[in-house]
């Protein structure tokens, strides 16, 4: 695996790459970035993943500075799943000077659910990836299910801006008992640990719910987030949504899917299933 720090270094490479799969990540890397990048094997003729953590998305406050950096390991774990390239600039490399334009998703895309409370991250999610768009020029790139409103507005993002590029998802990765792989599992004591898989086990139940006909959704919103809070949870939304654009289902829509984030300790989990 090559490993370019710079952008000229990383296009040049690019050029002689053929048809390139890109799998931006912020490094920490588990099974499910890994599985992106087999995944991407299949897309292409070459796999670029990248490594950068992304100052613009976190708001100050959250876990940007303590955001778990191992990159011998994560470097490892790629050359074994076969990546070719991997970007990993600095920060003077993909902001020599502060960023002054930047990707502004709509608020409808970007003000709900988990936008509503982490006002900006999505501007500075957009913002990275259509940078490392015009940076690698891939002609497919791989987001994984997990980040499901992240996924939906990069998808909007590439369709407004006409980027000639085609965006893949990622089945999200669970451990054995249900609670999805994140680099920010690993923030949690084993009691929260042994608590986590509850998000998931709600998720669940109230797909099933759905499919089995309910149409109360804002009282299986309800009902999941008491029993969160009733667990020792902090949960900011329990919503079911509209797979296309995440906006709110009336009773007779279908391709839902129900998305949940909640705080357990100072962890901040977010999961999602497709009903
Ligand atoms: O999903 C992530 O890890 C990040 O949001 C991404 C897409 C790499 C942009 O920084």
């Given at each position: ?124 999610v957009a913002t990275v990836v259509m940078k490392l768009f015009q940076i690698a020029q891939a002609d497919v790139a791989l987001f994984g299910k997990k980040d499901y409103q992240q996924l ?124």
């Amino acid at each position: 695996m090559l490993i370019h720090e710079t952008i000229a270094g990383l296009r040049a490479a690019r050029a002689k790459a053929g048809r390139v799969a890109l799998v931006p990540t912020m490094g920490n890397l588990h099974d499910g970035h890994i599985a992106l990048m087999t995944q991407a094997r299949a897309h292409a003729d070459q796999v670029i993943a990248t490594i950068f953590v992304n100052r613009l998305q976190f708001r100050p406050g959250e876990d940007f500075e303590k955001y778990p950096r191992t990159f011998a390991a994560d470097c490892a774990r790629m050359e074994a799943a076969g990546v070719e390239h991997l970007f990993a600039p600095g920060e003077s490399e993909m902001y020599p000077q502060p960023q002054t334009y930047h990707v502004e998703p709509p608020t409808e895309q970007a003000g709900i659910l988990d936008g509503e409370f982490r006002p900006g991250h999505f501007r500075g999610v957009a913002t990275v990836v259509m940078k490392l768009f015009q940076i690698a020029q891939a002609d497919v790139a791989l987001f994984g299910k997990k980040d499901y409103q992240q996924l939906m507005v990069i998808r909007h993002m590439v369709r407004d801006f006409n980027v000639p590029v085609e965006i893949v998802a990622g089945e999200t990765v669970r451990a054995a008992d249900g609670l999805a792989l994140s680099s920010r599992n690993g923030y949690l004591s084993p009691a929260e640990r042994a608590e986590a898989p509850r998000l998931y086990r709600l998720l669940t139940e109230l797909a099933a719910e759905v499919r089995q006909g309910a149409r109360n959704y804002g009282e299986l919103e309800a009902k999941a987030m008491n029993i969160l809070s009733m667990n020792g949870w902090a949960p900011d939304y329990v919503a079911l949504r509209k797979k296309l654009d995440l906006q709110s289902p009336s009773a007779h829509d279908s391709d839902l899917v129900v998305l949940a984030a909640a705080r357990l300790g100072s962890t901040r989990l977010i999961d999602n299933l497709e009903v």
